[in-house]
């Protein structure tokens, strides 16, 4: 019985328990029978239960092989629900689906960049995202240009989805209680930018962010193959001032700076 089953913290196990909540949840990812879902982590199934009821076919991950036959046993009426016990981190979608699908997931700290990476790598399958994380990430992943909290994590997700943060959680409705908030972030795929030289740009953004608090020509100098002058000129160019910081500038700003950078580098 998953009651008398302890949370394991080499997987980082905080088991929502809440049922409210996880209605919420699943609620920002409107799942229904037309839906393909995949879950990031059954745990102990609270969230899979709710999305198995929408009809929704359902592909839910568990790395932890000691849930997997009580998941197995409580899904088992369900036809559209296949557990599977892999590491979600290392699945490609079109092993089990060809179709778009909608992602869920309440995602341990330690595992949220890499799954926002493995976000980035297959965006274009990705139509709706419902992931719930320490809320100190989820603050910067959903941040707006000109705050503290803006960054190249913030930019790089939101090129290709509309990013809220649609909840906060206290430690409470876990268990074990964590001792930091989480909050829910709702992922909505858009075509807002088109970015045909991404790796410059990936490489351009963090760079401008590698001393926060340096000026942004500062920064951008230790790109190779550019002089100051070639700085200066670029963002002059995007008729910005010299003394900006990486934090002041919106995506349009970087993706205008990339393409600036490459002009005066390749000129």
């Given at each position: 019985m998953f009651c008398f089953f302890m949370p394991k913290r080499r997987f980082s196990q905080n088991f929502l328990t809440d049922r409210g909540i996880a209605e919420r949840i699943v609620a920002f990812l409107e799942p229904g029978a037309v839906d393909t879902v995949l879950e990031i982590g059954a745990g102990r199934g609270i969230l899979t239960e709710i999305i198995a009821a929408s009809g929704a076919r359902l592909y839910s991950f568990e790395i932890d092989r000691d849930l997997i036959e009580n998941l197995n046993?409580?899904?088992?009426?369900?036809?559209?629900?296949?557990?599977?016990?892999?590491?979600?981190?290392?699945?490609?979608?079109?092993?089990?689906?060809?179709?778009?699908?909608?992602?869920?997931?309440?995602?341990?700290?330690?595992?949220?960049?890499?799954?926002?990476?493995?976000?980035?790598?297959?965006?274009?399958?990705?139509?709706?995202?419902?992931?719930?994380?320490?809320?100190?990430?989820?603050?910067?992943?959903?941040?707006?240009?000109?705050?503290?909290?803006?960054?190249?994590?913030?930019?790089?997700?939101?090129?290709?989805?509309?990013?809220?943060?649609?909840?906060?959680?206290?430690?409470?409705?876990?268990?074990?209680?964590?001792?930091?908030?989480?909050?829910?972030?709702?992922?909505?795929?858009?075509?807002?930018?088109?970015?045909?030289?991404?790796?410059?740009?990936?490489?351009?953004?963090?760079?401008?962010?590698?001393?926060?608090?340096?000026?942004?020509?500062?920064?951008?100098?230790?790109?190779?193959?550019?002089?100051?002058?070639?700085?200066?000129?670029?963002?002059?160019?995007?008729?910005?001032?010299?003394?900006?910081?990486?934090?002041?500038?919106?995506?349009?700003?970087?993706?205008?700076?990339?393409?600036?950078?490459?002009?005066?580098?390749?000129?």
């Open positions: 046993n409580k899904f088992a009426p369900y036809k559209n629900v296949t557990i599977i016990n892999r590491d979600f981190l290392a699945i490609i979608p079109d092993e089990y689906t060809a179709e778009k699908f909608k992602l869920i997931g309440n995602i341990p700290y330690d595992i949220t960049s890499p799954l926002l990476e493995w976000m980035l790598r297959f965006r274009e399958t990705i139509t709706r995202a419902v992931i719930t994380t320490q809320k100190e990430l989820a603050d910067r992943i959903a941040a707006s240009p000109d705050s503290k909290d803006w960054a190249p994590i913030s930019i790089f997700h939101q090129c290709f989805f509309d990013i809220r943060k649609v909840m906060s959680i206290s430690g409470g409705a876990f268990y074990p209680p964590p001792n930091v908030k989480s909050a829910t972030l709702l992922f909505s795929a858009n075509e807002k930018h088109h970015i045909p030289f991404w790796d410059d740009f990936e490489r351009i953004v963090r760079q401008a962010f590698h001393q926060r608090r340096k000026l942004l020509s500062n920064n951008l100098m230790h790109l190779p193959g550019l002089t100051r002058e070639n700085i200066h000129a670029a963002i002059a160019s995007l008729g910005l001032p010299q003394n900006i910081r990486a934090e002041q500038l919106a995506i349009e700003d970087f993706i205008r700076l990339t393409k600036a950078v490459l002009s005066v580098k390749n000129a």
